[in-house]
């Protein structure tokens, strides 16, 4: 048993109990770990504490690839992260909004967890199409033609300079939001000359998330 172990609720130490055994937890359902760990019919109770013992570096999971691994202490070679597998939902122009924002998932991209946010549920890609946020920084990476957006989903508190997806009339963008009154402004930002989007509050449109990362094609 690990040393930081002494220190665990004793729910995650029976996780680390049955790895350590050899048992898949990744071949298990969460309602199943949780009938195990003693918590029935609560398997919020056992992705709580999955969600510790990888917080603490004990373990790495991808719960959506049926992946639960122990992370053995003293080995020097490097534990590779595992592929988390992201959907494809189409492109979305970076110039005027005149690509269709499909809803279908086309494809999925493969993905090192660890070069992603935690929030991995919630995050799709899009593919950036035109030059209008070439010059827009997320993370030290601009948005170019052809790269690999990743969108949050689950953001909604939009606020001034967030980078997000709005879908006008069914066509898709990617801008830098602000707030103006009763108006919105969707700015490009870029070594070229594109032109902003003004909206109305009364206008049709949605946001379907904030930018968070950008994997460069």
Known sequence: MYMEAKNLHIKQQL????????????????????EDIGAPGKPQIAKHHLDQLEKRGLIQMNLKENFIKLVKKGY?????????????MGSANCGSPTIFAEQNIEKYLKVSSSRLPRNKKS??????????MNDVSIDGKNIENGDFV????NYKDYKDGDVVVAVVDGLATIKIYFKRGDEIILKPKSTEDHL????????EFAFNGKVVGVIKN
Do not use: F, Q
């Open 15 to 34: 996780i680390l109990s049955m790895l350590e055994s050899g048992k898949d937890l990744g071949a298990m359902t969460l309602r199943g770990i949780a």
């Open 123 to 132: 995050l799709y890609v899009l593919i950036a199409s035109g030059s209008s």
């Open 196 to 203: 902003p989007v003004y909206l109305h509050e009364d206008d």
């Open 150 to 153: 990743l969108v949050d989903s």
């Open 76 to 88: 020097n070679k490097p534990v590779v992260s595992p592929l988390y597998s992201l959907p494809v």
